[in-house]
């Protein structure tokens, strides 16, 4: 049974840092190809970072790029999404996702956790 489990969400000021986590069981992030997706309500989900299984590349659109950093630890199956600079607009549910390549569409991906929340508010 694949499991994908999100922690580290949490309240963090404008200009702060957070790292979220997320913890792969039934599947190795040294194979899938693991992603960052977030979403507020009334919006898409969005694609924010994704590593590559094979290469270990990775992936970011121009609205996070410089200040997220995904990376993976294969000893431990897990991904880190580590965050700077936060503004409002990066207030959302983070979702990681599991998928045999790095795709934009949330539909490509076989597996997902349950998400974790992000708000950025002073």
């Known amino acids: 049974q694949v499991q994908l489990v999100e922690s580290g969400g949490g309240l963090v000021q404008p200009g702060g840092s957070l790292r979220l986590s997320c913890a792969a069981s039934g599947i190795g992030v040294d194979y899938y190809s693991i992603a960052w997706f977030r979403q507020v309500p009334g919006k898409e989900r969005e694609g924010v970072a994704c590593?590559?299984?094979?290469?270990?590349?990775?992936h970011y659109p121009e609205s996070v790029k410089g200040r997220f950093t995904i990376s993976r630890d294969n000893a431990k199956n897990t991904v880190a999404l580590q965050m700077n600079s936060l503004n409002s607009e990066d207030t959302a549910v983070y979702y990681c996702a599991a998928s045999e390549m790095c795709a934009i569409q949330p539909g490509r991906y076989d597996y997902w956790g349950q998400g974790t929340q992000v708000t950025v508010s002073s």
């Open positions: 590593i590559s299984g094979s290469t270990g590349a990775t």
